[in-house]
């Protein structure tokens, strides 16, 4: 299909990459150097996507969705409404500022806009999801259903006295029903083997029947880690920091918010009415040990800027916080983050682009989950009759594709198989596939 993408930022980069291989594409920004990086099959246009004559020139007559991801909320609801002036099309609009989501969540369609991205909520939404991982004994550091509920992936952190610490992948074979396939290390993922051993602080990824892969997770669990059950402290209290704690109103927990700034932290207190709000700068050691941070079953690093972040991140280590989750805004800073070692790095814009990619991707690809900031994508996909892999061995099917990606689980009937090399397809399987990178090529042979 055409689609149309307006602004060339790390969102809308992202998004294009993700797309380039099964749709025509053309994308518009008013910095004629931001488009320098675009590759020659995508039809660029340097102008301002507010103006119809740069709307026509880019095609917009003939484009199917309409994406709209500059840096500014306003600029991205105009066009949207624009483009419905001008055209049939889908729109989705990124945004920021919670107050347009807040309208069109009450208006479904206002301003135009068929989907509209909210950065601050999908981003607090995937950290308080997190934290309810958290709160059982597996303590998963991300979870996801297939198949109707059949298959469950986790991605679980190998603490230093996890039992799988210098053990191999092979010895996992002693939990029935369980597939561990990927890892990720020292900012790499990959697909293991049975020959790869785990080290402490390793990611990996399990598919399975959901109770054997909550049961492997409690299994390895360490036993110095206590689940999240009464305390969370939010470290900034911006849009990400108030979405988070809003989400959590009604539950049990005791949220403290901390915010520097008097106006901001007057705000939140005026419109949150369970979390306790502080005001205080969290940068100075102190304010950690008057208010007891550290003690805290998991802590949040929200604040608006990366160097602020970091620093607080380095004094939760020094604390020896439990559970630290830090919030990385610029894509440089990424690989730092990742090297603090800690409980979880969430990219807000990497969340928009991916929940953008999943919104188009999922009316052809089924269930597509994206994990490691991009390096590994899961795939569910259901066997018909034309299906060029029918009846054929796993083994098989391994010999038709060089990319690297690994059978996760079957979902046959009511029951799950974990597939070795001469696992048979048959006729309605869902094949659930991680692979590393790229693959919709592989997917859509498939």
Known sequence: MKILIIGA??????????????????MIDKDASSLDRVPFEVE????????????????????EIVLSTT???????????MAKLLTECFTIARVSDPSFANIW??????????AMIDRSYLTAKQITDLLWFQSTRQESINEELYCQGKVK????????????????????EKYPKINVVGIFRDSDFSIVSKDTSFEEGDRITVFGPPQKVDDFGISIASTEMEPVQDTFDILGGGDIGYQAALLLEDTPLSIRIFEKDPERAQFLSEHLSQAMVLQADITERSVWEEEHIPESDILLVSTNDDAKNILVTLIGQEHESSRLVSVVHENQYLSLFESLDITRVIHPREVVASSITNYVKDSYTGHLTELEHESGEIFEIKIDA????????????KKRFDHPYEVG?????????????DTSIKLGDQLVILTTGKAE????KL
């Open 105 to 114: 969540d009450t208006r479904e369609g206002a301003f135009g806009i068929d």
């Open 71 to 81: 840096s500014d909320d306003h600029t991205n609801v105009l066009i949207g409404s």
């Open 441 to 444: 090529d592989m997917v859509d």
């Open 386 to 397: 034309e299906s060029q892999v029918l009846n054929e061995t796993i083994e098989d099917l």
């Open 44 to 63: 660029v246009i340097a102008g301002n996507g507010l103006e119809e004559e740069v709307l026509q020139s880019a095609g917009i007559k003939e484009a």
């Open 153 to 172: 992936m986790s991605e679980f952190r190998l603490e230093s006295d996890s039992e799988l610490i210098d053990k191999t992948v092979q010895h996992c």
């Open 409 to 421: 689980a079957i979902a046959r009937q009511n029951h799950v198989i974990i597939p070795t090399l």
């Open 9 to 26: 930022g790390q969102v809308g980069m992202s998004v294009m990459e993700d797309l380039i291989d099964d749709h025509k594409i053309s």
